[in-house]
């Protein structure tokens, strides 16, 4: 009998069918553009966010790149949970995944459907491929003010 | 358990354990660990500045192992130095060698490590000089058949003894007559090849060669680099103590011989190790312990094309030595690895430090399996169920 369940916590159903069916996935013809790298696999996601004219709100939000079906189902759910919010609620969702993931902090009522990522805390070297596209939201977010359209990030 | 694995502790504590990451890192035989034990409580002292007997010990133990060390490779003492590992030794290299460049091309081929890539990378853009990478097989097996206006101002043939994704042995002696014959330098990575391969320096004739010690079950932070007697008269990357026939206020005065490239107290503790860790490999009939290393190398790239799964190769005229590195369609490396991990199976992912080579195969990244004294058929059988278990899992 091959016991998996250790597996199937850190690939839980809804990871699995996000990785083989990621939401937002594309590209935004000029948009705001940003990479996310991880240089010890190679793995880049490339997101395309449209904000409003005050460069307050994301608009839209989409990713492609290869990943593993941890990275890019993590960027799926991002992309459908920032999708419409203010940068500011952004910043609120972002700080709070990826103190759940990194430091163990409780995630707030209403981001619970990320609880899907908490099997990865039993996979120290796995953490960077859940929060690959995260980190470059967070860095997006960090610059946005002297970011420029059409991809000349 | 095969009878060379009782001797590895970390195997013995780890018995449902699958070491497939030998082209990473080597476990290490118990002799090896009382060697480093001996050293400190029977040897311990610097080499080559006392007369009390323990330093003579000292001295015997580093000495002694530079003997056997040469002798495993079929070179003389006097030609190899200790380094910190063979990305140190192919660092140094390339400042030697750099010394004596007067022509513009630097040839590799496309499947190199990165260790023999950026030092190259460096030298070019200092100097203005061009990198002329090797994809064709036909070149690599016939390097003579370069074109001639580039042979003609190539100052540098570098390449891996072995690929450490491939696990493809290439031609090296070729390549090495070919830069004789053009009035190049040639540098060879040996790090997977002294692993895998019986060597014999004599007949590669190469300027350079280099490899890493606990790839080949010894000791982490200790490389070896072969020089050629053309390059002691280059000055060496490093300079400090013991390296002198005299130092004036304004000016130094190098030793002839190659111990101008041992700056500082070596790893002397180190050194003796790794000659224990040869002898124990010799003791072990090295020979029949590569034939059984090749063997299942065979099987377990024949058992994966079985399951339709190719071996990543540049071409099909390479023998292949200890390493198998493929993709699974639609399954990230990634989520293989850490599939196998909970089969208690270890085995590499990502790009191997060999990003050029994967951009060749346009593949994103690979999983790789490679081989040690220690792995035996049902290493090979449970490694294949796994991979088929993964494929069932994920799709």
Known sequence: ?153 | MNNIKKHFPLLNKYKNLIYLDNAATTQKPDVMLSALNEYYTSFNSNIGRSVYNLANLSEKCFVDSKKIIANFIGCKKNNIIYTNGCTDSLNIAAYLAKQKIQKKYIILPISEHHANVLIWQRIAQENNFKLYWISEPELILNPNNIELDVLENTAIMALAHVSNVTGEIYPVEKWCKTAKEIGAISIVDGAQAVTSLRINLFQIDCDFYAFSAHKLYGPMGLGVLFVNDKFLDTIPLKLGGGIVEDVKQEYYILLEDITRFEAGTPNIANAYAFSKTIEFLNNNNWEQLLDNIHKLSTKLSEELINIGITPLSISNSFKKTHINSFVLPKIHSHDVGTFLDKKNIAIRVGKHCAHPLHSHLKINSSIRASLGIYNDENDITMFIKAIKECIHYFN
């Not at chain 1, 990871?15 to 190679?42: A, D, L, Q």
């Not at chain 1, 993590?74 to 709070?96: C, R």
């Open chain 1, 1 to 153: 009998m091959i016991d998996n369940s250790e597996l199937n916590e850190l690939y839980q159903s809804i990871i699995i069918e996000h990785s083989k069916r990621p939401r937002n996935f594309g590209h935004i013809e000029c948009s705001y553009h940003t990479i996310g790298k991880n240089p010890s696999c190679g793995d880049e996601v490339n997101l395309y966010i449209k904000t409003d004219d005050n460069k307050s709100r994301i608009e839209d939000i989409k990713f492609n790149g290869e990943g593993c079906a941890l990275s890019i189902a993590s960027a799926s759910l991002m992309t459908q949970l920032v999708k419409g919010k203010t940068l500011i609620d952004s910043k609120d969702i972002i700080n709070s995944f990826i103190n759940f993931i990194v430091n163990n902090e409780t995630l707030d009522e209403k981001y619970k459907l990320l609880h899907i990522f908490d099997g990865v805390k039993n996979f120290p070297l796995r953490v960077k491929c859940v929060l690959l596209s995260w980190r470059a939201l967070e860095k997006f977010n960090s610059q946005i003010k002297c970011n420029q359209k059409c991809n000349q990030v």
